[in-house]
């Protein structure tokens, strides 16, 4: 059996030294800013008068710390985005409101998508339960899941942010995968910044009525997950 040449297996032990110290950063910085900070920001971003008061105070930097929040809540799953993104329409109403939380939302999946590629199942592993892993390992290794990751990123009471973790690993091209990845977050993103800027307006009729309809299907995608699963599974198998 022919040895490996030794530059070659000193090159990879560097690149396993490299990756396994920006896995430990990486880690690192997500458990500091869960622990200091998710609490704070989803009780800030709870109150939409609290928030607007925070997000005014930067002056010419509040449409960029807003963005800001976004890119957070996609990277780190334990703020829940849909109070940041309803904020967002009532801060800025819902046609700027929407474009600062598409531009929040695909930097925060740039940087989840590229992190788990560069860093592989390990961040999967430490950032998401088995369970999870379990639920959606048929996507790793699906050419053809195109079709199924724009229904999971579609269909209320899934995951969204850590399947775009998971998505990294998969072999979707960067590309297909972020127009897939808006195409199917835009309709959720509308219609919270719709609810923010009739809060905002006291359009109070309108905007239950929009969040009602967004609460039955959220409860249908929650409730009826693991048979929509199954059909996904089912499919990715044919």
């Known amino acids: 059996m022919k040895r490996k040449p030794e530059s070659v297996i000193n090159t990879s032990k560097k690149r396993f030294a490299i990756q396994l110290f920006l896995f430990i950063l990486f880690i690192g910085a997500i458990v500091a800013l869960t622990i200091l ?23 010419a930097l509040s449409i960029l710390v807003f963005i800001g929040f976004q ?27 929407t474009l ?14 590229f992190t788990a590629r560069l860093l592989g199942y390990r961040v999967i592993a430490a950032l998401i339960s088995q ?7 048929f996507l ?8 199924i990751v724009f229904l999971l990123f579609l269909i209320p009471g899934l995951p969204k942010d850590i399947l775009v973790y998971i998505a990294g690993l998969s072999p979707l091209k960067p590309f297909r995968f972020f127009v897939i990845f808006l195409t199917a977050r835009l309709p959720g993103l509308v219609g919270s910044s719709l609810i923010g800027a009739n809060i905002q307006q006291k359009n109070y009729v309108f ?25 996904l599974k089912g499919r990715s198998d044919d």
């Open 140 to 147: 790793l290794n699906n050419k053809k899941g195109e079709m």
């Open 131 to 137: 369970a999870n892993i379990d639920k959606f390992s």
């Open 71 to 97: 890119v957070l809540q996609v990277i780190i799953a334990a703020i829940p985005g849909e109070f940041v993104q309803i904020a967002g329409g009532y801060i800025f109403g819902t046609v700027l409101g």
């Open 207 to 231: 905007a239950l009525v929009i969040f009602i309809v967004a609460c039955v299907l959220f409860m249908i995608g929650l409730f009826s997950k693991d048979l929509i699963m199954r059909k």
């Open 100 to 113: 600062y939380s598409v531009i929040g939302i695909m930097i925060g999946a740039v940087i989840a998508f």
């Open 37 to 59: 900070y998710a609490p704070a920001i989803t009780r800030l971003v709870g109150n939409p008068d609290h928030f607007r008061q925070f997000i005014d105070s930067y002056g």
